[in-house]
């Protein structure tokens, strides 16, 4: 099983309230799950923009690289996500 920080779970599932809620809660959106994404990855690989957008007002730092050195906005554009990428750029 792959632990995972709660900020990071929250984001890839889509959970808008409890990635609120955990920032709330001071949750780190800049940790990193054993997997290596931060909460931003995981919101932009499943394209949940609302999530992005409040990670980002929340200081996620859009040039995290993953160990391949992939960033958010790599992982967006392999997505063809516009919004994403807007966001992002």
Known sequence: MI???E????AALGYLDKVQES????CNVNARGESGYTALHAAVVNEHAAIVRL???FGAAPSAQL???????DLA???D???IIEMLS
């Open 23 to 26: 920032i709330a809660t001071g």
């Open 81 to 83: 996500n516009k919004e």
């Open 7 to 10: 900020v990071e779970y929250w």
């Open 77 to 79: 554009r392999l997505t």
């Open 3 to 5: 632990e995972t920080n």
């Open 67 to 73: 160990e391949s050195g992939e960033t958010p906005a």
């Open 55 to 57: 990670l980002l007002e």
